[in-house]
Every structure is written in C-alpha cells, then in structure tokens.
C-alpha cells in the first residue's frame, strides 16, 4: 500500500491549505486514517484520525480550524487546515492504519506558515 500526500506550501498567517492523501488500495479496508505531524526537533504528533465508521478526532491545537474527512470513492483522505498560525508549520504525514493494526505511512508534505 502507497499513500501520497499533496497539497503542502507556503501560506501567510491566517490563510487556508488542504492536504490530499491518496492510497494505492481502496481506503475502505483501513480501520483509522489520519494526518501527524512533525516539527523540526519536536515529536511527531497526531493531528486529525477518521476511523472507518467517520468517526474523528482531533489535537486540540487544530480543533475549529482543520477538517479531516475521506473520500473512499477516490481512495483519498483530506485535511482542510484553515486559520494557521506559524506554530502549525511542519511536515505532515499521511497514516493507515488496517483492521489487523498494521500501519502505512506517507512520504510527507511540508507546510509553513510564514509572512
């Protein structure tokens, strides 16, 4: 399984992005897709999940401002980020995680927030 993330760049303060995340397989057989994150010299961290059933989670540094949803007729899973701040730049990966816990990752995308 291969997932592609597209979508990232340089946005100013406040502006919008949305990030695509297209599977190689239909996204249908993934228990939870989502969107981590990494800044430089910090953590990964897990942004956004969507669980087969469209059931979400979200950081609550994202709540209000990014959307995650999926789209199981193209096999691709989008984060609509709205309002960001400089403090969301980062690279953000693509995760898959299957019904027998195993799990996919992206190549990432960078996004910085910068005037």
């Known amino acids: 399984v291969q997932l592609v993330e597209s979508g990232g760049g340089l946005v100013q303060p406040g502006g919008s992005l949305r990030l695509s995340c297209a599977a190689s397989?239909?996204?249908?057989?993934?228990?939870?897709v989502g969107w981590y994150r990494q800044a430089p010299g910090k953590q990964r961290e897990s942004v956004a999940t969507?669980?087969?059933?469209?059931?979400?989670v979200y950081a609550d540094s994202v709540k209000e401002r990014f959307t995650i949803s999926r789209d199981n007729a193209k096999n691709t899973v989008y984060l609509q980020m709205s309002s960001l701040k400089p403090e969301d730049t980062a690279v953000y990966y693509c995760?898959?995680?299957?019904?027998?816990?195993?799990?996919?990752w992206g190549q990432g995308t960078q996004v910085t927030v910068s005037s």
């Open positions: 397989r239909r996204i249908f057989i993934f228990n939870v």
């Open positions: 995760n898959a995680v299957n019904f027998g816990g195993y799990q996919y």
């Open positions: 969507i669980t087969s059933g469209d059931s979400t």
